[in-house]
């Protein structure tokens, strides 16, 4: 199956050839440019020493199976085997599991093109996008459609009131803001979707509340649509199947991760005491036709007494509100620093 990728630096091209489009179905190990790039069952890693020491990074290893990554004020954390690092302390997901080979850590092409390289390097993302002017919020479910409930609230209500405090701060701050609904009403998936291209938005971040049939989960999550050729984190009610197609969403891959852990790093700071389940790949309609970078955010779960007894206060859902303003801002900051 042959696959093009929107994004990825001609420093990379360079180092691991352009070898995307001739990914084979047939599995094979061979390596190239002296270890730079392996294959495994028809997909292309890269060895994260290799294509970042030419960016400057430095490189320790706490173990044989550990590796942290500097590279200015960015800090990358691999530990031992899994599908997922730290970037600056905050978690996130990658969607195909890294491994070890000779001591070096491999990760897959396209997981480095649109999680990692964003992330450290994001002079280096073809794709381009404009500072936020045109910002889509999105209230999970509405109208006939409650979403999850928890003693007799509903979610429906909780992300209406989250998305309005964020309405009123974002306004503020200037930005044109559009709704997708603005009152207790149903919208499609497919309306949500629609409503975003006719805004010609600049960004798309969606709230929802989670639930759990464990009461013990808790936490806040982000989800981005899955990069191209890779899979979703979830499993449950969520299409957990691998996707070659391409999507409109793909285009935007790179800066969804960077709008997701800019604001995943904002709650983070906000509620340190919420615990962080990390920056997900979700096979999400809502995100997966939208133009522009799109997250969603499970802000926390109802079926968790302690997340719970934090957002039934009003003012805390306006905190919350007001930390993803602040990640709003971190992004658009980051863009503009790339930009000049
Ligand atoms: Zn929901």
Redesign the pocket.
Known sequence: MSETFAIGGQWLSKLVGNSLSTESSVSKTTTSKANTSVWRQGREYVSIRSVLSPLGAHFTSPDARSLKVSRGPAVLDFTRDGNCFFYNNCKIFLGVPFFWEKQQLYVAKCDFISKIEPLIHPQGVVSKVSSPKTIVLDA??GGKDP??SARGIC?KTWTLDVVKGLRDQLTQLGYHVVLTRDQDKFVSLADRVAITKRAQADLFVSI??NACASKSAHGFEIFTFPAQGTSATHTGTRLKSQSSVSVANHMFSGWNTVLAYSIHSCIKEAFPNLGERGVKQGRLLVLRNNPCPSILIEVAFMTNEKDFALFTRAEKRHELARAIVGGIQKYAANLQHIQH
Do not use: R, S, Y
């Open positions: 999970g479910h979403g999850t979610e929802h509340f």
